[in-house]
């Protein structure tokens, strides 16, 4: 399975949207240089209030592309980083890929996959109604989430628009994402 990095974001400061960059610098073990979210531990406001010393397995947040499609037909208009991801991607079944796949990024990096984005109520603030269309339920009444994945950076480097990304699965048995 592989696709293509569609656009980067980071932002300094806490802010739900982060605006798109030429490229962006993955640090090991950090995250997104110079992005807000980036460290060894948790920098989300409400998981630093719980323990500021757990492990962030929210380094990077990454979105594909196809889900503003389906946000579009709904009636919300929704572009690249406004949902506060960094890497937005296309071609790539994001929700469907196992805990511990490696996805790489361009000529360098790694990301690790580590679970669901579970999206707060910020996102009704950026477009009313737009939670309800990023967390459902599905048939048998199960959490849906589909504003993305979150994962850890095994191996800096740049990444920019145009990269491809090459997925590695885990050796097997595979465990479903679940939220982190």
Request: hydrophobic share 40%.
């Amino acid at each position: 399975m592989s696709g293509a990095v569609t656009a980067v974001s980071r932002n300094e400061e806490y802010s739900f949207t982060k605006p798109n960059r030429k490229s962006v610098t993955l640090l090991a073990g950090l995250g997104v240089d110079g992005d807000v979210h980036a460290g060894a531990t948790v920098k989300h406001r409400s998981r630093v209030a719980k323990d500021p010393t757990q492990p962030n397995l929210r380094q990077i947040h990454l979105i594909h592309e196809e889900l503003f499609g389906e946000l579009r037909a709904a009636g919300f208009e929704v572009a690249p980083g406004d949902l506060g991801e960094n890497i937005t991607t296309s071609g790539v079944d994001l929700l469907a890929l196992p805990v511990g796949t490696l996805l790489h990024l361009g000529d360098e990096a790694v990301v690790e996959v580590a679970g669901l984005r579970n999206p707060c109520l910020q996102i009704d603030n950026f477009q009313d109604g737009l939670l309800k269309q990023v967390v459902g339920r599905d048939e048998a009444g199960r959490t849906v989430r589909k504003a993305g994945i979150m994962g850890i950076v095994a191996v800096g480097g740049v990444v920019r628009p145009g990269d491809s990304i090459e997925v590695e699965l885990p050796v097997g048995p595979h465990r479903a994402l679940g939220p982190v």
